[in-house]
């Protein structure tokens, strides 16, 4: 499959990677390190930048991946999952893919789609009950050995990268999305405009980033972070069940100050990772332009309901 449908290159120096379970450096290590092989049955490529050894957000979500799909690798671990609940969750995130994106569900057949930050794999799920072939990234094994589970009985493949540096050869996606992960990487742009590099002409990139709140919650949400930086990963977590009002009204009321959740998953998005940013609308719509994408769309600046922050959405043709 992989020789077939995608490329390993080095996003460094575009030297050709051979995937094999030798560890093993490329001939750019002078610049960057980058190891990369086979280990346990997974794909990876580690890329350290030497300049900032600081904390790897892939841990975070390693261990946050590891509490939050628990019941259901527990389930896959035991073969409990049945077919028919794997595919009325599959029928579910599809639905839900087809009415976040204004697309035709003909659109995704036989098309080859990146994942980008595909953590619990939804999206993943979804194309793939859509008819398409998926490559899904993540930087969490966790989330790697959970979507390649999704993957199994398909030509798709799960692998342990970087969203800074995806060791794919350009032009090979005719659709890219990026579901809420562009934003906690350490530099957004870049990472958008290797995601656009990845697209095949008249390719289609699809993801959402948070919007800016006003200056107070801004503020405070920054305030809370540094002060949760203060704690180990796995004690971040637990704190961030201090976040969560469940009660609808008393947390709408609360809201307009501090972003408070009505789930574990929300807020340990917005408190826990090591990465968070948010954008203007136009400040997006306009870089999507300077890297010469055309049709860009855009919608859903509300507060979204799973995680309630802004959501600016977006969609463009290469």
């Not at 029928?91 to 087809?98: A, F, G, R």
């Not at 408190?271 to 306009?286: A, G, L, M, N, S």
């Amino acid at each position: 499959m992989q020789k077939e449908l995608i490329e390993f290159v080095c996003p460094k120096c575009g030297e050709k990677l051979i995937v094999n379970s030798k560890f093993k450096p490329c001939r750019c290590n002078n610049e960057l390190t980058v190891n990369y092989g086979k280990f346990s049955g997974i794909t990876f490529f580690n890329f350290y930048d030497r300049v900032n050894l600081s904390e790897k957000d892939g841990h975070f979500y390693d261990i946050f991946f590891k509490f939050y799909l628990k019941e259901v690798i527990n389930k896959i671990q035991i073969g409990k999952i049945t077919k028919n609940e794997e595919k009325e969750k599959a029928e579910q995130n599809s639905d839900y893919l087809l009415n976040s994106v204004p697309l035709p569900k003909e659109f995704w057949k036989n098309k080859l789609v990146l994942d980008a930050g595909c953590g619990g794999g939804w999206a993943t799920l979804a194309a793939l009950n859509l008819n398409a072939t998926i490559i899904s990234i993540d930087n969490a094994n966790t989330c790697i050995e959970f979507n390649n589970w999704i993957l199994r009985n398909s030509n798709g493949l799960a692998i342990k990268s970087s969203m800074d540096f995806i060791p794919i050869k350009e032009e090979t996606f005719d659709i890219v999305m990026a579901w809420s992960s562009i934003h906690h990487t350490k530099n957004p742009k870049k990472t958008l405009k290797t995601l656009v590099k990845l697209l095949k002409k008249d390719g289609t990139i699809m993801f959402s980033v948070y919007g800016r709140n006003n200056f107070l919650r801004e503020f405070l949400i920054s305030l809370t972070r540094s002060f949760l930086r203060l704690f180990s990963l796995k004690n971040r977590i637990k704190f961030s069940k201090l976040f969560i009002i469940k009660n609808n009204k008393i947390r709408k009321k609360l809201n307009k100050i501090f972003p408070f959740q009505k789930n574990m998953l929300a807020s340990t998005d917005i408190f826990c990772p090591v990465y968070r940013y948010t954008f203007e609308k136009k400040e997006i719509i306009d870089f999507l332009k300077k890297n010469n994408m055309k049709e860009i769309k855009t919608w859903g600046v509300k507060p979204c309901p799973e995680v309630n922050e802004k959501i600016h959405f977006f969609m463009a043709k290469k």
